[in-house]
């Protein structure tokens, strides 16, 4: 377990951009807010789950034209 402590710390540096839709969006944002629930009702630390979520929600939409560049 200490092993991947570290690989964490090493890589919090590093940004990952996924791309998704309105719909996949909610999905995520659905199921962060039912996993925080769960630790909220075990009494488990719940905080990085809230941070995450207000992340998801405020993540910028790539415009249409980004995305036929892209592709």
């Given at each position: 377990m200490t092993n991947m402590r570290n690989w964490?710390?090493?890589?919090?540096?590093?940004?990952?951009?996924?791309?998704?839709?309105d719909t996949e969006r909610r999905i995520i944002v659905r199921a962060l807010a039912d996993l925080?629930?769960?630790?909220?009702?075990?009494h488990k630390n719940y905080d990085f789950l809230d941070s995450l979520i207000v992340k998801?929600?405020?993540?910028?939409?790539p415009s249409i034209k980004d995305h036929y560049e892209r592709c």
């Open positions: 964490f710390k090493k890589q919090n540096d590093e940004m990952i951009e996924i791309q998704v839709d925080r629930d769960k630790q909220r009702m075990a998801v929600c405020d993540a910028n939409s």
